[in-house]
Nanobody
Framework: QVQLVESGGGLVQSGGALRLSCAAS????????MGWYRQAPGKQRELVAR??????????KYGDFVKGRFTISKDNAKNTVYLQMSSLKPEDTAVYYC???????????WGQGTQVTVSS
């Protein structure tokens, strides 16, 4: 089992910034992927940012709507992934979920979600 603890959500004005954190603990395999997804009311869950890693390459992928406003990063020593969000817009309002998966074992876990609300 892998546990994910998210933090950093909250209320921010349009144009503001927030940093989300997600710490993974438990039975963590050597190479794993972590990322952030979000779900707004009445909408499907969508990719925000994801960082994958294997023996030779670390890559990142962002949702099309990010357009350079968000940056995902990871502290390997802490098994923690961060999402730095800036230039936030009201349409960024959603519950943001941390995700952890292992390509080899196919384990996949979700955090409990953290609310991000951007006021206009």
């Amino acid at each position: 089992q892998v546990q994910l603890v998210e933090s950093g959500g909250g209320l921010v004005q349009s144009g503001g910034a927030l940093r989300l954190s997600c710490a993974a603990s438990g039975s963590i395999f050597g190479f794993y992927n972590m990322g952030w997804y979000r779900q707004a009311p009445g909408k499907q869950r969508e990719l925000v940012a994801r960082m994958t890693s294997d023996t030779t390459l670390i890559s990142t992928k962002y949702g099309d709507f990010v357009k350079g406003r968000f940056t995902i990063s990871k502290d390997n020593a802490k098994n923690t992934v961060y999402l730095q969000m800036s230039s936030l817009k009201p349409e960024d309002t959603a519950v943001y979920y941390c995700n952890y998966d292992e390509a080899v074992t196919r384990k996949n876990y979700w955090g409990q979600g953290t609310q991000v609300t951007v006021s206009s």
